[in-house]
């Protein structure tokens, strides 16, 4: 049987990403993506909720994102789902679910400037089982 991990959003940056390299010199990008929604349920008042995203970028595809996204600015991702675990200084477990990003575009202009042509969507090598971080997840 086959199976499918993939996640498309479109939202805003939270924060500038930030980009790191692991000790064999792979390029990492953290992004916090906030997606919104907004609805009016059957007795009309409407309703809103925003939902924040970690997401991860490996390689060219995080030196593009560290160059080029800024806060506010809008994005889509397209990647698949990752949950992973470690023990926090205190001998505690924890986990995260974040998106591994394979894909990128920039949409908008960013921080509002207009007229900012949009670039085509860059794609990235995402690793298999990436170099694991220190204990603190964000």
């Not at 600015?73 to 470690?86: C, D, K, P, V």
């Not at 679910?97 to 794609?123: C, F, K, N």
């Amino acid at each position: 049987m086959a199976s499918l991990n993939r996640v498309l959003l479109i939202g805003n940056l939270g924060a500038d990403p930030e980009l790191s390299y692991t000790p064999s010199g792979t390029a990492k990008a953290t992004m916090r993506l906030a997606t919104h929604e907004v609805w009016t349920n059957k007795s009309g008042e409407k309703g809103e909720r925003t939902e924040w995203h970690r997401v991860i970028a490996w390689g060219r595809l995080a030196e593009i994102c560290g160059e080029y996204l800024s806060k506010g600015r809008q994005i889509f991702i397209e990647g698949r789902l990752q949950t992973r675990s470690w023990e926090d200084r205190d001998g505690n477990k924890r986990w995260t679910t974040e998106v591994v990003a394979s894909t990128m575009q920039m949409l908008g202009s960013p921080r509002g400037a207009p007229g900012e042509p949009d670039l085509p969507p860059v794609a990235g090598d995402a690793p298999d089982s990436p170099e694991p971080d220190d204990d603190i997840p964000f």
